[in-house]
């Protein structure tokens, strides 16, 4: 796959040059809707390539305890941006016009492209050539599929964000039929949220000391959802204000805990992928939730749809409860490469297959039930790392033989499975085999399918 680093630089030279084109086309006079709409899709679709790759980044630049800091960090400077962006952008515009803000931008991304060519970053040692870019996606995607941590996060995230977003979709609503603000109050009160979030983001490391994971992720949830059905009866300016700045604080607390679990349930090999998956699940959320409650809104008005949004963030709380998430120093998932080179005659073409992969187990009849549960764990890993088929198989000859096998697309897919094993994988396989019984480990075999001639 491409290096993050070039992946950063091309995805930020992108925005550059759209935002610059835009910026020029605009000062000239030549820009009108279709040009404007042309560039914003241009930009969105490098910030869609961008974002995955700038969030799995921030692992490599410091450490597993130091993670959820440098989250709150990272979202400081996006809510601070939401916040003073605005504001910014009327001045720039009422004094230089409008291309004037599209060229500031565009620089804006300059700063960034000579940050990531002077950034050395240290590249994945790999001896295996480069993934494709269908089965690196299709690698992501099963990833996705057996990683019951990512999913508590997918899940949770989602439940959370399609109600929360109702803030943001309504908001100007209420701020204009409501109280009958302008876009002065409507920037003002943006700035309230951002205050908030930056007050938050510096109470967390506090609050972190003194609360659970889970607890520091359902306060937020429970401010944010009595926080909509209060905005529900805002009858005041200054109200609305003050709920913002609460708002603020607990939508930072809630995404940052959202990223941490993501990054913490992502292997490095496949952490961009994942965070791609993540990102979708939270962008879709946002879009598909904007929609639904302006429709809400459209057909049983604006305080029905606050209520019903923040019953349905509460609701959530009890709903997802079952769906722990990770935390970011919960589990190691650096390589650990404890897997033994396959021993072969003569190195196999990588392409051929499938390979089918044996593991030779003794266990106590009186722990087969016990065995059987350690192994579910083992499955999920086969199937998580590139096997499209597992089985755990009994000798009905042999009372205390089991031999898990398992398939693999090809030898080099079975390969990388040796680089993608990690340390929290290796407890997991240390369990199973507590339950064998034999004088040595358990015997690994490798078969690879052979064309039978015409």
Do not use: K
């Not at 003050?242 to 496949?270: C, D, E, I, Y």
């Not at 990388?416 to 507590?434: F, M, N, P, S, Y």
């Amino acid at each position: 796959m491409v290096d993050r680093r070039r992946l950063l630089i091309v995805t930020q030279s992108w925005m550059l040059l759209a935002s610059a084109a835009l910026g020029g086309l605009t000062v000239a006079g030549a820009a009108n809707v279709w040009v404007l709409l042309l560039f914003t899709f241009l930009v969105g679709m490098g910030n869609a390539l961008n974002a995955p790759a700038w969030q799995a980044i921030i692992p490599e630049l410091v450490g597993r305890r130091d993670l959820p800091s440098a989250l709150a960090l990272n979202g400081i400077s996006i809510n601070l941006a939401r916040a003073v962006g605005p504001a910014l952008g009327g001045f720039i515009v009422a004094g230089a016009g409008p291309g004037a803000v599209f060229l500031l931008n565009a620089v804006s991304f300059l700063g960034v492209v000579v940050v990531l060519f002077r950034w050395r970053r240290t590249p994945r040692q790999s001896l295996l050539p480069a993934e494709s870019l269908l089965g690196a996606l299709l690698a992501g995607l099963r990833y996705a599929r057996h990683a019951p941590d990512l999913h508590a996060v997918l899940v949770r995230c989602s439940a959370f964000i399609v109600c929360g977003i109702a803030l943001f979709a309504l908001l100007p609503v209420l701020l204009r039929f409501g109280l009958g603000c302008g876009p002065t109050e409507y920037g003002l009160v943006l700035g309230f949220f951002g205050a908030g979030a930056v007050a938050g983001a510096l109470l967390l490391p506090r609050l972190r000391r003194a609360m659970s994971f889970d607890g520091l992720l359902r306060a937020p949830s429970l401010v944010f959802g009595f926080l909509l059905l209060a905005l529900a009866f805002a009858d005041r300016f200054a109200l609305v204000c003050l709920l913002m700045a609460l708002g603020g604080a607990a939508w930072l607390a809630l995404l940052t805990g959202f990223h941490t679990s993501a990054q913490a349930s992502l292997a490095p090999w496949v952490r961009g992928r994942g965070l791609a998956v993540y990102l979708l699940v939270l962008f879709g959320g946002m879009a598909g939730g904007s929609a639904l409650w302006g429709a809400v809104a459209t057909h049983a008005g604006l305080r029905a749809a606050l209520i019903l949004a923040g019953s349905g963030t509460l609701l959530g709380i009890p709903a997802t409860a079952r769906f722990r998430l990770p935390r970011g120093e919960a589990s190691d998932l650096a390589p650990s490469r404890h897997w033994p080179a396959p021993v072969v005659a003569g190195e196999p073409q990588g392409d051929r297959g499938p390979v089918l992969i044996t593991v030779d187990y003794r266990i106590d009849p009186a722990s087969i039930e016990d065995f059987a549960r350690a192994m579910r764990d083992v499955r999920r890993i086969r199937l998580r790392d590139g096997a499209f088929r597992w089985d755990l198989l009994s000798d009905p000859g042999d009372p205390g033989r089991y031999v898990e096998s398992f398939l693999v697309e090809s030898w080099i897919e079975h390969l990388r499975q040796h680089e993608r094993i990690t340390v929290a994988d290796r407890e997991v396989e240390e369990r199973a085999r507590r339950y064998h019984l034999g004088p040595g480990p358990p015997a690994v075999c490798h078969f690879i399918a052979r064309d039978l001639p015409r």
